[in-house]
């Protein structure tokens, strides 16, 4: 770090992903943009990301990420026993995730027209959408825009794919 730089200006380590780490690193960019999120409007939900062949194992991988207003408020792997908190569940393969997060970086934190949640989620795959309760798989709808700018957020991380 300069003298005059500071650890915010710092590059950050390349993070694996789907990794805890890499969601949370996402979150701190969201909390640190508050302005952008206010102009979309509050957040109140659970969504649970879900990368279907994303473990080591090459069974799920989930995070859950709980956004309150205007911010990401908690990050944590999401286990079985985690999915009544989840008011709606996004779910796709490796491929899909990677595509879609590569697209978001080449445009500079805007994913060309055909890697959006909304077109990858419209006709219920690549992109999944899954809730028990209609009414909280409707927010994943109503907060759409605001979990698209978390997502493109992503192009200020360096990613390394796991898979």
Same mark, same amino acid.
Request: proline fraction near 6%; include cysteine; charge should be negative.
């Given at each position: 770090?300069?003298?005059?730089?500071?650890?915010?200006?710092?590059?950050?380590?390349?993070?694996?992903?789907?990794?805890?780490?890499?969601?949370?690193? @996402?979150?701190?960019?969201?909390?640190?943009?508050?302005?952008?999120?206010?102009? @979309?409007?509050?957040? %109140?939900? +659970?969504?649970?990301?879900?990368? #279907?062949?994303?473990?080591?194992?090459?069974?799920?991988?989930?995070?859950? +990420?709980?956004?309150?207003?205007? !911010?990401?408020?908690?990050?944590?792997?999401?286990?079985?026993?985690?999915?009544?908190?989840?008011?709606?569940?996004?779910?796709?393969?490796?491929?899909?995730?990677?595509?879609?997060?590569?697209?978001?970086?080449?445009?500079?934190?805007?994913?060309? @027209?055909?890697?959006?949640?909304?077109?990858?989620?419209?006709?219920?795959?690549? @992109?999944?959408?899954?809730? %028990? %309760?209609?009414?909280?798989? %409707?927010?994943?709808?109503?907060?759409?825009?605001?979990? !698209?700018?978390? +997502?493109?957020? #992503?192009?200020?991380?360096?990613? +390394?794919?796991?898979?």
């Amino acid at each position: 770090m300069s003298a005059a730089g500071s650890a915010a200006d710092e590059p950050k380590a390349a993070l694996p992903f789907p990794s805890l780490e890499w969601f949370r690193r @996402l979150a701190e960019l969201m909390n640190r943009n508050r302005a952008l999120h206010e102009h @979309l409007g509050y957040i %109140d939900c +659970v969504a649970e990301f879900t990368i #279907s062949d994303g473990a080591a194992d090459g069974g799920p991988f989930s995070v859950q +990420v709980t956004f309150e207003e205007f !911010q990401a408020v908690e990050v944590r792997e999401a286990r079985p026993e985690d999915a009544p908190r989840a008011d709606f569940v996004l779910e796709a393969s490796m491929g899909t995730w990677r595509e879609m997060l590569e697209s978001i970086a080449r445009g500079g934190g805007r994913p060309d @027209l055909t890697h959006t949640l909304n077109y990858l989620s419209h006709m219920g795959e690549p @992109l999944a959408v899954r809730s %028990d %309760d209609p009414m909280r798989r %409707d927010l994943y709808f109503r907060y759409n825009q605001s979990l !698209q700018e978390f +997502v493109n957020a #992503s192009a200020q991380i360096s990613t +390394v794919f796991l898979r």
